[in-house]
């Protein structure tokens, strides 16, 4: 297993299974000075937090938080940051119930895929590494990323924009940013909302789960961050959106929107606005031309499919028999996991960018030396 | 400028402008032995080449592609790969045409950005780096991929699978090789083709341009590639797919639909088929779970936006003034280049798989000696 | 802070200071279906412990390792590995003894590197990360490649083949093996040991400290594992043991000495030995030529510095008032590390071996499809 | 192969064999705006071509060098730049000679590592990959690297300081400066370097070659540059110097001969100098501690063994028929590569130094933001 590390100059590291001792990040890049604390980067981490929402896995996990590294008097030292969650909700009777079923692949896991790659010595307990519960290390690194980023003059969002079908009305940054969390489907737009929720009750009441589609805008980027070609912010973005367990797609501003456009509709005009600045007319390239930001918003969304885990009867194989076999509903699960992964969604995007931030900073350093217009 | 390799066994790193003196790839990672010839490669070149039909450009290069480094005999020697293919369409009085317009923002391209990041030194000519022209390379590297992946019963079939609304109907694999390459849109399905090219060709008269949406899809890929979290198979797919400039958008298998589906719609349901292998009913998952292949085939989509160059005037900033500008018709453009995208976004799609290929194999050949169940 | 994870497919990522909660590695790459302890890794740990010893540190650490991710019912799972280790011995009066000198540069230690750096973010207290303290989480990843590497049938030796001015008689592997961790200075020739410890003690005496020479044996590296051009075998050998505080030499096979041979006597004359393999009459290369393993013993130095830490007062200065000062005596510290580094250099050349074998694995795997021949 | 990519944000790959049609170089990293032109580069190929001096091999390759992408009007675009060199000298003649001994191992030389690795596709041609002739990518890249590094107050010199046991004086960075490149050997005491050439000629009188020292050394590094841990500035350049095909050995500042010190002897103390800086009164550290520049000159030095092609006869096994074998004398060689590889050496430091300076400006960019003390 190789790819427990993202990032170039912010590198996020991670290891730690749902049913193992613990969960552990280790964080390269941050810059020495930074003023954090364990409280901090818990506020995010609750927000991702299962059992607190009807729409929530019945999981309870009290994701305490704590930087044992890096961190001396409250500031960081320059040293790599530790981050340690250890697991609490791990009871006899759960980890009986995953053995109970280790050789039968749960439909929509990655159980199939685990022991074709690691034989029998994959882990059956609640998923291992390919848990939801992974991404809890994904939120506190994206909190350390949230506070320099918030240093830089950068602020990340998230919201529900679309849940089987119900959408919210277009938002603007600042409009999600005055309904942010409000609801348990954290949907910006709170009458959409309502419906969500409604629907994603009935459906639990079906014993299944529910779909939806994840918007994050970041405001305050500056113009010029991304590497052409192979390394573009939207290529690194999708990169880190993709990455987490349940995005089954990823698009910028207009997204899939520009295959029935004309050029002449999806064209971003720009103009020199009152301050004198270019500023674009419309953002369809969601903030990002040729792979660099140019100063707008950036809008991306991720599509998320319902939670593979429901209280219905399924049909399966089973791995030791290799024969067809039936898996019985399962209790212990969330309706929706969108909510959940706004937090997730707005972590990888605020890496992503200080990451890029970071890279950029260093040639420009070079550059500005060597001439004085940039 | 620092994105310009990708991968981490089978590594491509490329440079060249559009209007420079030539394209290059540096291949790191060939195997030693592989059959193969400045012919081959220069086949799936041809496939992207403008000026072969009414729906592309009509900028003339022949993209003669030449293996200099890396070959003896006509096999790899396991030396880095070096391909060069020369720039020859670059007359004087298309340079002029861009230095003429080069303080103008050409609206859906890259200047602004570049601006921003680079200051005046940026490339004005042909968009120099953010040209499409870059992609040669990618087709060029994965020319090589589809060599190698040959070798390992892996194919990898691309097509245009929906054209300003047009959509072809639902293809299978061994479909769209029955009908590859066959038309100027290359969509496998013939009737949505003919569709597509006559609303093409409305909207070309009318100087404008049209988006799509290409198609991938991998056979014979087998189960167990991708790297659980960060690295996953779709994760870095994604990232090669969102790094060709004209893309906004990458889903697998049903995409951006799940957010519609409610679980036990979307759950793809495993069984042992006749030859007593898992097997999965549905593939809604795009042959990836949890980030590893699960053996079926590996299904993904990209909306391409329409040509950034129209024929119709537009409004514009002047970024040597600072003033609103006015940017003329241009006549030297693709009315789409939904079609020859296809070529690319299959060589990226290529270059990722081999390189999560070659990765897996250096753990399998390690963990298979430790114990002989795998 | 980047330089915290270290190689390609078999990657070590670590943090933790002196003087922090706890040490901790993940490693990322280790194949599924290893049988490993905590027992296992911690064996290689007592071998670098400090406070064992009269040529030690009377630190009193435990060292106490535990695998808390990555492993299920004692075999590895596929997962990153997380090791952690608690730091015990940091009682106040320590802590208090680093805060009062915490402005003065302590000559030969990375104080003013780290100030400079970090500014006064820097952590003060027992030198942070860049104590000796962090190459436990070297051994302790260096036991998980130990343990992989043996089932390869590569074993990995080293000893202290020279203190102050006094060496060791020229060793085999199997002289090596033989007298293996021994005696207090890990000097696999008795009588050199003996000589060694008296002039180190006497050093001690004086309050002064004293270094020394590592030499690491590998033995059963097949022939072809390195990279050739910048990824050397051993140039990567030679960036992870030049990467261990106190080491200031690297050389391999017949080192410095090279450069006052001819080529005639520098030269491995290669023969068919008794069992028809290409084998080497001498091992002047120390087992590579080109970068790339052939076969023989790899052979590898480093040059250890003295324990920059004396009980003896020095001039220095203060960074709070920018003037000069003095620095009295530390009483608690290592009269030589050159024993304990031996640990730490093998585990640098296990690490690195193993992350060359995968990949080589990697490549090879693909190669063979092709060809029958390798 | 895997290893023809170095650095981080500053990153050079190469391709190209001793007999290809070409060496091609892609620098990725290099900032916009530098004014940089073929004949610059150039001027630091021609320190390192062949058949300049009765030392050298008589091989007469001009070495020509241009660069033909990332240039706009002589100022690099931020786009990689790409550097081609033809080679000119492969006559038929010339690989005739390569082939009728392909299947020969010649001692010293990399053919049996390659055959072992790469079959019988491994290039026998001039060694392929493995030739010297590689090394001119790594001068043609370190001739931007030294550019830019100019622009930043940063000199990088090296010197041959001993060949056959015949040492240089001590000498400061002036006094390499004022000798630098004067005579054949690169030796920057004059009368040294009469006597080593003097050695050297009568070693090549007797048909074989001569191993040598050459140390670098570079002054206006700013303290500050280097991550701790893995990736110390100490431990990347020995990373790239080792690289160097016929390096055996590095070692900083006092290097190897640390292990004869006692710490209070190898300490280098620091003080408050006139300008109220802080300075070291010695520099046993070779300018580097815990692995980060500490602003005095940065000074290392590899052994480099003697030219492996020699003009007496050997024995050898021939790789076809596995039996013993005998290598007739080669004529077309250099007596000695210590001079020709101090431009490499150069390099690779200036190349290294580069990459953490732009790291490093990455991080302090965002740290100085937050806190105004650095």
Redesign the interface.
């Known amino acids: 297993?190789?790819?427990?590390?993202?990032g170039?100059?912010f590198?996020?590291?991670?290891?730690?299974?749902s049913y193992?001792?613990?969960?552990?990040a280790?964080i390269?890049?941050?810059?020495?000075?930074?003023e954090i604390s364990d409280v901090e980067v818990q506020k995010e981490l609750d927000a991702r937090r299962p059992g607190t929402s009807p729409l929530d896995s019945p999981r309870q996990e009290t994701d305490q938080v704590?930087i044992?590294?890096?961190l001396?008097n409250g500031?960081?030292?320059?040293?790599?940051?530790?981050l340690?969650i250890y697991n609490v909700d791990r009871h006899d009777i759960h980890v009986k119930q995953y053995f109970d079923v280790k050789d039968l692949?749960r439909?929509?896991?990655?159980e199939?895929?685990?022991m074709?790659?690691?034989?029998?010595?994959?882990?059956?307990?609640g998923a291992?590494?390919?848990s939801g519960r992974?991404t809890c290390m994904r939120v506190a690194a994206g909190a350390v990323a949230k506070k320099?980023l918030a240093?830089?003059g950068i602020e990340v969002l998230g919201h529900t924009c679309?849940?089987?079908?119900i959408k919210s009305k277009p938002l603007t940054f600042d409009e999600v940013k005055a309904h942010y969390r409000k609801n348990h489907i954290n949907c910006a737009d709170p009458e959409a909302a309502e419906k969500m929720i409604a629907r994603v009750m009935e459906?639990k009441d079906?014993g299944?789960?529910?779909?939806?589609?994840v918007e994050v805008i970041a405001r305050g980027v500056p113009?010029?961050l991304?590497?052409?070609?192979?390394?573009?912010l939207?290529?690194?973005i999708?990169?880190?959106l993709?990455?987490i367990?349940a995005v089954?797609?990823?698009?910028?501003?207009?997204?899939?929107?520009?295959?029935?456009?004309?050029?002449?509709?999806?064209?971003?005009?720009?103009?020199?606005d009152d301050n004198?600045k270019?500023r674009f007319k419309t953002n369809?390239?969601?903030g990002?031309?040729?792979?660099?930001?140019?100063?707008e918003d950036i809008i991306v969304r991720v599509?998320?499919?319902?939670?593979?885990?429901?209280s219905?009867d399924?049909?399966?194989?089973n791995?030791a028999t290799?024969?067809?076999d039936r898996l019985s509903a399962i209790t212990r699960r969330d309706p929706t996991i969108t909510a959940r992964l706004v937090a997730v969604a707005e972590s990888m995007v605020r890496i992503t960018i200080l990451d890029h931030?970071?890279?950029?900073?260093?040639?420009?350093?070079?550059?500005t030396?060597?001439?004085p217009?940039?």
């Not at 991304?226 to 573009?232: C, Q, Y």
Request: with cysteine; proline share 4%; glycine share 18%.
């Open positions: 297993m190789l790819g427990n590390t993202i170039r100059m590198r996020v590291t991670a290891c730690g299974e193992g001792d613990a969960l552990v280790i390269d890049g941050c810059p020495a000075g930074l704590h044992f590294a890096g001396r500031f960081t030292t320059g040293a790599p940051l530790g340690i692949v439909p929509g896991h990655a199939y895929t685990y074709i790659k690691y034989g029998n010595y994959a882990d059956w307990c291992g590494r390919a992974e320099i240093g830089q679309e849940c089987m079908g459906i079906e299944d789960t529910a779909g939806g589609v113009a010029g991304g590497e052409p070609v192979f390394d573009k939207n290529a690194t999708a990169h880190g993709m990455s367990g089954r797609g990823v698009e910028f501003g207009a997204g899939f929107g520009v295959s029935k456009m004309k050029g002449s509709e999806c064209n971003d005009i720009p103009h020199i004198g270019v369809k390239a969601g990002i031309e040729g792979g660099i930001s140019n100063g599509a998320v499919k319902p939670t593979a885990t429901i219905i399924q049909d399966t194989v791995m290799m024969k067809n931030l970071m890279m950029w900073r260093g040639y420009d350093a070079i550059q030396f060597e001439h217009w940039t």
